[in-house]
């Protein structure tokens, strides 16, 4: 549930909860629980989220309410893959799943499908993710069901953006737009201008891009969206540092990471302290030691997100580069991996991920289409061949 006003929305909810629990109605009491917790989510807070999903889910099983058991299954997913929980998400999602294929709810799973599918893009299972997300678009066009729909393009949307097809993932998000302007959905769109925002920021249309992402950081802000007012500022930052602007991207990515770390999202968090590090560095030797610390969990973190893992090793191989030209004394620069090992490591997992992919096109541009795979592919060769660092 989102809405431009969730501080009134909460307010409205506890007061129809303290009525239904006077009342003695349970349905009623578990519906706001079901619908607070979506509220919490929509602002970030997933442990709260998840907290009134658990209570939500006590009553609607007490009462076998059992469509409303499925949309808390569900939420409970959702608010776990925001923490970065694939495999508990993905848990929550089949049991949602089985109830709703048992109810015949073919609109929530529609919902369900597509939200697995975001799962699978994460975890780098991008054929699967395409299978998921492209029946959820067909049932959602069945049943004429156009919010649907605006998710479903949304999501492939995504799977088109992560194989490098980034005309194809645009026309998708512009599609997805309109719709979300016809139903007054702010809170979608200001995903699709995030999303749109990346693409051109891909494609090297940079000042497109900080244009895009600035108009997201405002209606984020405006709907108290947390993790999207997180996800614009850090792509704000990456903005700078693409255009050489390292001292402004400082300021946008540390509000970034302080907001992640207060919500406790795992969105985009590992290339965040990549892009930190990076603009820490090069704004001078001042900002080393946080740099090398940062630089040094990001690449821990990295496992968790195959989305941006790529990115993070180019920027880690670029810093472990810098380290070694600025002479910094190996013993300071320990926590970080070198050079030759980063670009290797990175390649490797760029094709290990190819070859999930079945579809032979669709391999070849997520290989050659997305210009930090690309990078990384002939940084890892001209290490094997030349034995040396490319230029």
Known sequence: MQTSEPAKARA???????????????????RVLNNTGLLHWSSGE???????FGRALEGARALEARSLESRILSNTGLALWSQGDCEGALEWYGRAMALL???????????????????????????LALELVTESLRICTELGDRPGRSK????????????????????LYREALEICLETGDRFR???????????????????????????????????????????????????HLASGRTHEAVPPLRQALEIMDAIGSAEGRPLALVLLASALLATGEDGLPEALRLAGEAEAALDSDAVNRATGYLYLADISRGLAEMAVPEELRSGLSGYRDLILRGAGDVEARAGLITDEELRESFLRGVPAHRRLLEAAEALRVEGGWPE
Do not use: P, W
């Open 12 to 30: 409205t909810f506890g007061k129809v909860l303290s009525l239904s629990r006077v009342l003695g109605d349970r349905l009623t009491e578990a």
């Open 46 to 52: 997933y442990v709260r989220a998840l907290e009134f």
């Open 101 to 127: 294929e048992e109810l015949e709810d073919r609109e929530a799973q529609a919902n369900v499908l597509r939200n697995i599918g975001s799962v699978r893009m994460r975890r780098g299972e991008l054929d």
């Open 152 to 171: 479903s393009l949304i999501n492939m949307g995504n799977v088109l953006h992560a194989c490098g097809r980034y005309d194809g993932a645009d026309a």
């Open 189 to 239: 769109e200001c995903i699709v201008q995030l999303n749109r925002g990346l693409v051109m920021l891909d494609s090297g249309r940079t000042g497109e891009a900080g244009e895009t992402f600035l108009a997201a950081l405002e209606m984020s802000r405006t709907l108290e969206d947390r993790e999207g007012e997180a996800l614009a500022l850090a792509n704000l930052g990456r903005v």
